[in-house]
């Protein structure tokens, strides 16, 4: 039987006030749906009810290790604790505080549990919650501090890993290492705590010290490139058997970059983008190769490929605005630019460089898809129109400008071409979200040619009157 077909017959029991009975069919399944929530809150409920407090605390604490946001689980644990185990009680009260995002206010709790035990492992555990906690709120110092207490206890490569992060995100490298090093001499075979230690001492420019700790050739030859000593990192890189890795085709593009045989330097960043073709540091690479060669316009053009890839959008606007600015006439640094103003959501910039781009590419389709919409926004209907239907001149294959141009002619109040336009985007898109809706605007579009004859009419009269009043 399933866990619901369980369940409904303990309702039906529970229904009728046979509490012991319902209790017993549920200890029965509880091997088999012991992993399920709703199982687990039944059972604990009905222990609670039958007075069996201790199975109920037991539920309730397996209820939270498989769903750890059950409000009523800490509601219930902390009835339990209170008059039974302050530890507990002040830790589960802090949880609860968490999950009513009252995080601050944890603090305290957790405070009140590291005073309330003499036991280790607690107040490691309540030290460890309470640094997250310092985490979230961006004490990081505070945070810092309980890690710390933490290690007067016991060595543990989590929390030396968490102290190196911790000084790192505060720019603290110095720190950082102090602490690997002190890491490393507890761990002294954990190839990653050494690694670490090695990259931020290269970082630092520490070389020779860094290759003490270095443990694969990847990160040995890396110091090598940086030192310039080409002769010893090439020998390593020729040694590897991993050359599917995207460190040897970095490497070696790096290698290449020493001795200036920038081809060669190319040719390997191509293969190293092939291997991991979302990684910025091919654009970083790229951008180095051009500047080695005085290409401002490619330095900064990469640059702000290498950002853009990052997400970092004001700086990558930057770099192709300053590459913009060493050549006007190349469009990649202008399509680039749209982009990130399109991402940013930069309609006075995008119509500059909208522009830009459609003097130099008068059929290009992002330029005058942009340019029409952007009129269109602007309430000048007209103006988008130019642009709509030279984008369909163009021959492109977005049919959403179908809907555009007979967005434009209904705001003109031509109700005819409005409604020949968005037949059109009917006939193409047929299954998209808004077609119902847009069915129904066309089937109570009523164009005849009385009303024609009277738009015309009553257009006349108007200029005629604004003529007459003009003298």
């Known amino acids: 039987m399933s866990s619901q077909g369980i369940l409904s017959q303990v309702q039906m029991l529970i229904d009728n006030e046979q509490y012991e009975n319902a209790y017993e069919m549920l200890l029965k399944a509880y091997d088999k749906y012991k992993n399920e929530a709703e199982f687990l809150e039944k059972i604990a409920l009905l222990a609670k009810t039958l007075e069996k407090n201790e199975e109920a605390s037991k539920y309730w604490q397996e209820l939270v290790a498989v769903n750890p946001n059950s409000m009523i689980a800490y509601s219930e644990l902390l009835d339990i604790y209170q008059n039974t185990n302050k530890y507990q009680y002040y830790i589960t009260r802090a949880k609860y505080k968490i999950l009513n995002e009252k995080v601050s206010q944890s603090i305290d709790d957790y405070k009140k549990a590291i005073d309330s035990t003499t036991e280790e492992a607690e107040i490691i555990n309540a030290r460890f919650l309470r640094a997250k906690s310092y985490e979230y709120l961006g004490k990081i110092q505070s945070a810092i501090d309980d890690y710390f207490r933490i290690l007067e206890y016991k060595d543990d490569i989590a929390i030396y890993y968490k102290l190196a992060d911790l000084y790192v995100s505060l720019a603290d490298n110095f720190s950082a290492i102090n602490i690997l090093e002190r890491g490393v001499k507890a761990f002294p075979d954990n190839i990653e705590l050494n690694e670490y230690l090695a990259k931020l001492l290269m970082k630092e420019g520490q070389y020779e010290n860094a290759l003490k700790y270095a443990k694969n050739n990847f990160s040995k030859a890396k110091i090598y490139l940086m030192m310039e000593n080409n002769t010893e990192a090439i020998k390593l890189l020729e040694q590897t058997e991993d050359k599917q890795n995207a460190n040897y085709p970095a490497l070696m593009a790096e290698y290449y970059f020493n001795l200036k045989d920038y081809d060669k330097c190319r040719e390997y960043i191509t293969k190293f983008r092939e291997i991991a073709p979302e990684n910025p540091l091919v654009f970083q690479m790229l951008a180095m190769v051009h500047d080695a060669q005085d290409d ?22 930057s770099e192709y605005l300053n590459a913009h600015r060493v050549d006007p006439s190349r469009t990649e640094a202008i399509k680039e630019i749209i982009k990130v103003n399109e991402t940013l959501g930069d309609n ?61 002619y209904e705001k003109l109040k031509d109700t005819k071409s409005a409604k020949e336009y968005y037949e059109k985007y009917l006939n193409k898109a047929p299954l998209s979200p808004d077609t119902e809706k847009l069915r129904e605007k066309v089937s109570k579009m009523q164009v005849s040619s009385s009303q024609s004859i009277s738009d015309t009419n009553e257009e006349g009269f108007i200029d005629k009157f604004m003529k007459l009043f003009g003298k």
């Open 348 to 408: 006075t910039s995008l119509m500059e460089f909208y522009e830009k781009l459609y003097h130099q590419e008068p059929n290009n389709p992002t330029a005058l898809k942009g340019l029409g919409d952007i009129y269109a926004n602007m309430y000048e209907f007209k103006m988008a129109l130019e642009y709509y239907e030279k984008l369909l001149k163009s021959g492109t294959s977005d049919y959403e400008v179908f809907k555009q141009i007979g967005l434009c």
């Open 296 to 317: 401002t316009f490619g330095y900064h053009f990469y640059m702000g490929r290498c950002y853009s890839f990052k997400q970092e959008y004001e700086l990558a606007l």
